[in-house]
């Protein structure tokens, strides 16, 4: 079992930055693919960006690439997300996902462990 606690999320004006954090517990952290995802209510979870393992990897959404940028520092088994030029799109609760490492995925139903969410609001 993989524990994920996300936190960093808050309210913020547009054109602003957010760091989001997620702390991982339980089983070997850097035995994980890692990826955030983000849910409006009434639609589905939408991929933001994931990372490999060994942080050899990274990919994005086509929303996001540019402005985000995800990161991992097994040392301390976290996984950040730093959110640049923020949108009011961008308003979501964001959730941190994992899975044993393997071939790239954004498909959420690739992920076996999932934290609570945080929740982020961009003011206009």
């Known amino acids: 079992q993989v524990q994920l606690v996300e936190s960093g999320g808050k309210l913020v004006q547009a054109g602003g930055s957010l760091r989001l954090s997620c702390a991982a517990s339980?089983?070997?952290?850097?035995?994980?693919?890692m990826a955030w995802f983000r849910q409006v209510p009434g639609n589905e979870r939408e991929f933001v960006a994931n990372i490999a393992w060994s942080g050899s990897w990274t990919y994005y959404a086509d929303s996001v690439k540019g402005r985000f940028t995800i990161s991992r520092d097994n040392a301390k088994n976290t996984v950040y997300l730093q959110m640049g030029s923020l949108i009011a799109e961008d308003t979501a609760v964001y959730y941190c996902?994992?899975?044993?490492?393997?071939?790239?995925?954004?498909?959420?139903?690739?992920?076996?462990?999932w934290g609570q969410g945080t929740q982020v609001t961009v003011s206009s």
């Open positions: 339980g089983r070997t952290f850097s035995a994980y693919d």
């Open positions: 996902a994992a899975r044993r490492a393997g071939v790239p995925s954004t498909n959420s139903y690739d992920y076996n462990y």
